[in-house]
Nanobody, 113 residues
Framework: QVQLVESGGGLVQAGGSLRLSCRAS????????IGWYRQAPGKQRELVSA???????NYADSVKGRFSISRDNAKNMVYLQMNSLKPEDTAVYYC???????WGQGTQVTVSS
């Protein structure tokens, strides 16, 4: 699988918003489910949200109602819109094929209280 590249992280105050982007190359991207994951310091990586090739979505309970995942297959992009951010959302965020693949560098999201 082609490695995906994350961007869009940053420092934001609690209650703020960020939009993360995940870019892939190759023509098979549109046929794959993609997940957004995060890893906070001292914690295991966890699945935050996923989107199927057909656009079905699911979310971790901790982000339901605040985060929204979407994809643009024409651009080979997946996005994670994060609203009402909380300090506990602070982590490195990664995107990856739901079926597995190599991990990229991720993008740091820091939410200050």
């Amino acid at each position: 699988q082609v490695q995906l590249v994350e961007s869009g992280g940053g420092l934001v105050q609690a209650g703020g918003s960020l939009r993360l982007s995940c870019r892939a190359s190759g023509s098979t991207f549109r046929f794959n489910a993609i997940g957004w994951y995060r890893q906070a310091p001292g914690k295991q990586r966890e699945l935050v949200s996923a989107i199927s090739s057909g656009g079905s979505t699911n979310y971790a309970d901790s982000v339901k109602g605040r985060f929204s995942i979407s994809r643009d297959n024409a651009k080979n992009m997946v996005y994670l819109q994060m609203n009402s951010l909380k300090p506990e959302d602070t982590a490195v965020y990664y995107c990856n094929y739901f079926s597995g693949g190599s991990w990229g560098q991720g993008t740091q999201v820091t939410v200050s209280s």
